[in-house]
Nanobody, 121 residues
Framework: QVQLVESGGGLVQAGGSLRLSCAAS????????MGWYRQAPGKQRELVAA???????NYADSVKGRFTISRDNGKNTVYLQMNSLNPDDTAVYYC???????????????WGQGTQVTVSS
């Protein structure tokens, strides 16, 4: 009943920018924290950025100062603005949300399908 759909990935040259979007839909009572993770080939999936329902943010050291996470609660959407991209940012990016569904008593974690970001030298 809950789906997260990502968009905005693609190919960009080093130093360029991309903006990722992720919209949640379905039978949602409330969304708590939302975040972005990424996974490069042969690497563990890592947290890139997270944002609370009230707007408090947290970033991985590797992206601090370059990436900005934000959310639009009215649209159930989280964004990731990525600036000054370098080849080490190449990965599949996944959005994540902690969601309470209508009629349920617990929160569940949901994931987007992933979007490829490739940064060329």
């Amino acid at each position: 009943q809950v789906q997260l759909v990502e968009s905005g990935g693609g190919l960009v040259q080093a130093g360029g920018s991309l903006r990722l979007s992720c919209a949640a839909s379905g039978s949602i009572l409330r969304i708590n924290a939302m975040g972005w993770y990424r996974q490069a080939p042969g690497k563990q999936r890592e947290l890139v950025a997270a944002i609370s329902s009230g707007g408090t943010t947290n970033y991985a050291d590797s992206v601090k100062g370059r990436f900005t996470i934000s959310r639009d609660n009215g649209k159930n959407t989280v964004y990731l603005q990525m600036n000054s991209l370098n080849p080490d940012d190449t990965a599949v990016y996944y959005c994540n949300a902690d969601i309470r569904r209508r009629g349920f008593f617990i929160d569940n974690t949901y994931w987007g399908q992933g979007t490829q970001v490739t940064v060329s030298s």
